[in-house]
């Protein structure tokens, strides 16, 4: 099955709910999983498939949730995947998973240790590497380091680990002002972020720095996921979005549809869908973040085209998890 494509179909309701007039439903091209998040689930489930089971059902641990998806990683833990807050928390020999968020070269070199290297699977998207390469060129080159995005996120405290410790994070404008005035200055992005920030930050230190060096580390999956709800808006009286509430990219998407004044409901699951939500639209989009794999918008197809959609859910209340 695929779901890259946009497509249109007609479905109707039955006779006492909302749901009960002709309906059109588009689906946002691009949408849903990304290359790196596609290629590390992938790699986990060849690595769970290949390693026998420790006496307590566990077959690989992963530091940390390995995709922003709760559903996803309920599907994954029920084949043997366990979620741990420390290395510490993993026995020694086991499997380990690198998500492709990446980790700071400290905590690798601990997964290593503790469970032997060929028992590591590092599946650090390409993308995210690249970011976590160029901070550390610039750190070694002598830059102060500046990532742009948020500090409590997995991507970039890893990115920051590669600066050898040493970068600063800045998640808004305000805070790229507040840096004052400095010598040599390496910036780079976390690989979600909008290209406007970047764009305005850099504006804003280059008369503040004698040398900077920007590197424009978005990822094209984010700006085309992004690009592809800009234009969804436009035709759609609401859009659905599917995505965990803690996923970075799937709040900007959310963002982004709002700003356009687009009626939106974010959810997770099917389950969370509101008859009350569809009254007078003709046509709704849905798009998914980065993190949401085709078996869960799928589900929210189909509950829309068979009027499986409960009463009374309202989705989520729309507060943005940065
Ligand atoms: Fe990689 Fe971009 Fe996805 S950085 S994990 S392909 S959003």
């Not at 032997?116 to 830059?143: I, M, S």
């Not at 850099?202 to 040398?211: D, K, N, Q």
Request: aromatic residues 6%; negative net charge; charged residues 25%.
């Amino acid at each position: 099955m695929t779901l890259w494509k946009a497509r249109r179909c007609t479905i109707w309701g039955d006779d006492s709910s909302p749901m009960k007039r002709e309906r059109e439903i588009e689906i946002a091209s691009p949408t849903g999983f990304c290359f790196g998040v596609k290629r590390a689930i992938e790699s986990l489930e060849r690595r769970i498939e290949e390693c026998g089971a420790l006496s307590d059902g566990v077959k690989v641990y992963s530091v940390g949730m390995p995709i922003h998806n709760p559903q996803e990683v309920e599907r994954l833990s029920k084949k043997g995947l366990k979620v741990v807050d420390r290395v510490d928390d993993i026995p020694p020999g086991s499997y380990a998973f690198v998500r492709a968020h990446g980790a700071p070269p400290s905590q690798k070199e601990e997964l290593v240790a503790r469970c032997g290297a060929a028992n590591v699977t590092d599946a650090t998207c390409p993308f995210v590497k690249n970011a976590q390469d160029k901070a550390a060129f610039l750190a070694r080159e002598g830059y102060a380091v500046l990532v742009l995005g948020d500090p409590d996120h997995p991507e970039v405290q890893a990115i920051v680990g590669c600066a050898e410790g040493d970068a600063m994070v800045a998640s808004s404008l305000g805070e790229v002002e507040a840096l004052g005035r400095r010598d040599r200055l390496g910036v780079i992005s976390q690989t979600t972020q909008k290209g406007e920030f970047l764009g305005a930050a850099a504006s804003i230190l280059a008369p503040l720095t004698r040398e900077l060096r920007v590197f424009n580390t978005i990822c094209g999956a984010t700006t085309q996921r992004q690009e592809a709800v800009r234009r969804i808006t436009s035709r759609v009286d609401g859009l659905i979005v599917v995505g965990g509430r803690n996923s970075a990219n799937t709040a900007k998407l959310v963002e982004i549809a709002r700003s356009r004044q687009c009626d939106v409901l974010w959810i997770e699951h099917a389950g969370e869908l509101s008859q009350e939500w569809f009254a007078e639209k003709s046509n709704v989009g849905i798009a998914a973040g980065a993190s949401t794999p085709d078996w869960l918008i799928e589900e929210v197809k189909h509950a829309i085209e068979t009027s499986q959609v409960p009463r009374g859910m309202e989705g989520y209340d729309g507060r943005i998890y940065e």
